[in-house]
């Protein structure tokens, strides 16, 4: 008898020895936290021991007592439930292991800004989060998050050096001031030569009644197509170290009005399973643009007419991945005192993006007519963009296009640029991502040059 209890005693030691080294304990450690593994691992290893006694106390009893049936029977009994809680016990962990597999699956694909935004300000006023429930009461509660990159690059255009550069450091603060009430803000600060600059490139604080309908206030990115939104400031969103040319921010000589100041409606539309959106924006729109003001109008519009955006996409739900939409733009700009010209903004995009693969396509119009019958510019741009993963490496390649006239009133300067771009980003870490590209540049009227560039982009 004294041998059998021995010989369990030491089984039982073995095996919740191997259960406390597995990695699959230490992966619910990193997971859950290590207070609720070991509350796992230490119910199994009472349970057991209980289970042990138990049994020693039966023979020993059956021997001394050569009898007593109903103790014996009760024990038993007490035994069964013991096993019946164990195999609880074992069903738990084995949900929890299919838990931790969807989550590695989840962590191959590259967040968006969209999907990050949605993880700090969305989930604020989605009254089925359980972070929703874990603050309800708690108001406000702030969360943060931080990006940053280190950049070098090398080019045969003439006038300009190689060399390290610090890219942005951005903050997304975020913070839910009531069950339907979530304000978002992203900080950026700019390397200079001997300093850096700080802009608040988002404030948006939002009112969510429901799905169907989120009013925002603020300073927001325009949602011009898909990439505005989808990918913010900080290059770790995105799978090349750059933005298309379509979509440089304004201060980088980009065509478009990224950014602008006003109120948005946006929310879904009951359509089934196509899951379409809506967006509706009024805001100050961008000042008459010239090489001399690429500012975002913050504190007043240099006229009064306002600018507006409508624009829908839908999501749906028998094509995983898949997004396609479309938008249109309008504002008045009066560039250097001249005539007022009407600035027509129509864009669409098709976007399928899952885990392993992304196929991005965008194209915009933009048309400014002088006002009083004068002429009308019409300057086209796009980008395809195309990227498959394999296990850390995510090879892509994109093509992009801005074709603009050099007499155009407002955005002369940038002209006709093109060109194709191939790079390969490695997953270093869950956190962290170097990415290396090559840039052929063809431009109107100045040097086309080559250029390869070496980002290290990280978030935390």
């Not at 191959?108 to 993880?119: D, K, L, N, W």
């Not at 840039?439 to 990280?458: C, E, K, L, P, T």
């Amino acid at each position: 008898m004294n041998i059998a209890v021995a010989d369990f005693s030491e089984r039982y030691r073995v095996e919740t020895s191997c259960c406390r080294d597995n990695t699959y304990f230490q992966s619910l450690a990193y997971w859950y936290g290590a207070c609720t593994v070991s509350r796992i691992v230490t119910m199994s290893r009472h349970t057991s021991f209980l289970t042990a006694l138990l049994l020693a106390s039966v023979f020993t009893r059956a021997e001394t007592t050569g009898g007593q049936s109903e103790d014996v029977k009760a024990l038993l009994q007490r035994i069964d439930q013991l096993e019946q809680r164990v195999a609880e016990l074992e069903a738990g962990k084995n949900t929890s292991t299919a838990h931790l597999q969807d989550l590695k699956a989840q962590d191959t694909q590259i967040p968006t800004g969209q999907t990050v935004e949605e993880h700090l300000s969305t989930q604020m006023h989605d009254e089925h989060s359980q972070n929703v429930r874990d603050v309800e009461g708690h108001f406000p509660s702030m969360q943060l998050r931080g990006f940053g990159d280190v950049d070098f690059s090398a080019t045969d255009e003439r006038g300009t050096t190689s060399g390290f550069t610090l890219g942005q450091f951005v903050l997304h603060v975020a913070s839910p001031l009531s069950k339907k009430v979530a304000y978002f803000g992203e900080l950026s600060f700019t390397a200079q030569p001997t300093s850096y600059t700080a802009d608040v490139e988002r404030s948006i604080i939002r009112y969510s009644y429901n799905d169907h309908f989120k009013l925002s206030f603020g300073r927001y990115h325009t949602p011009i197509n898909y990439w505005n939104t989808a990918f913010h400031h900080g290059t770790w969103f995105q799978t090349a170290t750059g933005r298309p040319l379509l979509f440089f921010f304004e201060d980088g000589g980009g065509p478009l009005p990224v950014h602008n100041v006003g109120m948005s409606l946006t929310g879904t539309v009951p359509s089934g399973k196509l899951d379409l959106h809506y967006i509706a924006e009024i805001g100050n729109g961008r000042p008459a643009r010239t090489p001399q003001n690429t500012t975002v109008q913050n504190s007043q519009d240099e006229n009064n007419g306002k600018s507006f955006n409508l624009g829908f996409y839908a999501r749906p739900d028998w094509a995983s991945g898949l997004q396609f939409g479309a938008s249109v733009y309008y504002d008045h700009l009066i560039p250097n005192a001249l005539t007022r010209v009407h600035e027509y903004i129509p864009a669409v995009h098709i976007v399928y993006i899952t885990p392993k693969f992304e196929f991005m396509n965008e194209g915009v119009w933009i048309r400014h007519q002088v006002d009083n019958g004068g002429r009308v510019y019409n300057s086209p741009g796009f980008y395809t963009q195309i990227s498959r993963q394999w296990a850390k490496y995510r090879p892509y390649f994109r093509y992009q296009y801005v074709n603009i006239s050099a007499t155009e009133p407002v955005l002369a300067d940038i002209g006709r640029q093109d060109g194709p771009s191939v790079g390969l980003r490695y997953e270093w870490s869950d956190f962290a991502a170097f990415k290396i590209q090559y840039d052929r540049n063809y431009r109107r009227g100045f040097q086309d040059y080559d250029s390869v560039s070496g980002q290290m982009a990280f978030t935390f």
